[in-house]
């Protein structure tokens, strides 16, 4: 069973850091893009940045020049550096992959994890 598991959210003071990973595991035959989303209180999940398989990036503008998405193939992880947070990046971040498994090809979702900037 395929499975993206999150971590690394947490509480932090406004202007503080924080970082994010997702792991990937399961009969995972290849990952394809990668991403973070996420959800604040009352609003509809939005796309954060996505990285290719071969390493481009994007990213929202609010969190362009704060936000640095890697990932390293070799352990099926995916990672999310913030700095400069700021309290309205506070939400529940969510980890998002596009794999090929023995049974196909899937989107999958991570469970998420918190991130809450104090102001």
């Known amino acids: 069973q395929v499975q993206l598991v999150e971590s690394g959210g947490g509480l932090v003071q406004a202007g503080g850091s924080l970082g994010l990973s997702c792991a990937a595991s399961?009969?995972?035959?290849?990952?394809?893009?990668m991403a973070w989303y996420r959800q604040a209180p009352g609003k509809q999940r939005e796309l954060v940045a996505v990285?290719?398989?071969?390493?481009?990036?994007n990213y929202t503008d609010s969190v362009k020049g704060r936000f640095t998405i890697s990932r390293d193939n070799a352990k099926n992880r995916v990672y999310l550096q913030m700095n400069s947070l700021k309290p309205e990046d506070t939400a529940v971040y969510y980890c998002?992959?596009?794999?090929?498994?023995?049974?196909?090809?899937?989107?999958?979702w991570g469970q998420g994890t918190w991130v809450n900037v104090s102001s």
């Open positions: 998002n992959a596009d794999m090929l498994m023995g049974t196909g090809y899937r989107n999958y």
């Open positions: 399961g009969s995972i035959f290849r990952i394809y893009t």
């Open positions: 990285i290719t398989s071969g390493g481009s990036t």
